[in-house]
């Protein structure tokens, strides 16, 4: 049973950081694309990054880019969301995600994801 439990979030103060983890268990199909997308409510869930633990590669979403790093530990599927600068539009719960990949580049899209955790609350104040 594919399983993804996040750990991390949080209350900061605007321009401060945290991390964020995501632990993938169960997952049969080799090297799965990792995201982390957000949700504030009444909104659509967004991606604001994924990593393709085969090819490493990243995207980021434009209002995270500079200030958010998705990273991959070596040995487990579990992937870490650095977040710096932290702004109060930053505030909304965080999910992790995988998927297999299939193409070139993973998909950025959260309707793509069959496989998500709990989520983690992160807040942001002024």
């Known amino acids: 049973q594919v399983k993804l439990v996040e750990s991390g979030g949080g209350s900061v103060q605007a321009g401060g950081s945290l991390t964020l983890t995501c632990e993938l268990s169960?997952?049969?199909?080799?090297?799965?694309?990792m995201g982390w997308f957000r949700q504030i409510p009444g909104k659509e869930r967004e991606g604001v990054a994924i990593?393709?633990?085969?090819?490493?590669?990243?995207y980021y979403s434009d209002s995270v880019k500079g200030r958010f790093t998705i990273s991959q530990e070596q040995v487990e599927n579990t992937v870490h969301l650095r977040m710096n600068a932290l702004k109060p539009d930053d505030t909304a719960m965080y999910y992790c995600?995988?998927?297999?990949?299939?193409?070139?580049?993973?998909?950025?899209?959260?309707?793509?994801?069959?496989?998500w955790g709990q989520g983690t609350q992160v807040t942001v104040s002024s």
């Open positions: 990593l393709s633990t085969h090819t490493k590669d990243t």
């Open positions: 995600a995988a998927e297999a990949q299939i193409g070139r580049d993973c998909p950025r899209l959260a309707s793509s994801y069959d496989h």
């Open positions: 169960g997952y049969p199909w080799g090297y799965p694309c």
